[in-house]
């Protein structure tokens, strides 16, 4: 998914020059010509709004199905607790947190 993000971030860039000159004419106390600036003309092109797909909408529904697993996982977790240790139990249930902090960070 993040090669698929990084290939259309660079096809729908534009050239650095226009979008220089751009800024210049809507923003001329910004001095564009001083900073380095990149960016996209306009954002209705196919390929800007898939990135924003992929990077802004895509990640929930991703995120929610790991919510779900989880829910499922400690269900499992809680019905078997009788042939499960204590400490193991806990483990597990460390663990599986740890596993969707780590999903919820991209």
Do not use: W
Request: net charge positive; with cysteine.
């Amino acid at each position: 998914m993040p090669a698929i993000l990084l290939i259309l971030i660079f096809v729908s860039r534009e050239n650095d020059i226009a979008v220089v000159d751009l800024m210049n004419t809507f923003l001329p106390q910004y001095n564009a010509n001083a900073h380095v600036v990149t960016g996209h003309k306009n954002i209705r092109s196919i390929s800007v709004i898939a990135a924003i797909i992929i990077a802004g909408v895509l990640p929930g529904p991703v995120y929610m199905a790991s919510l779900c697993l989880r829910s499922r996982i400690l269900a499992e977790i809680t019905r078997q607790s009788n042939t499960l240790s204590e400490r193991t139990r806990k483990l597990h249930q460390k663990f599986l947190s740890m596993l969707t902090a780590q999903a919820s960070v991209p």
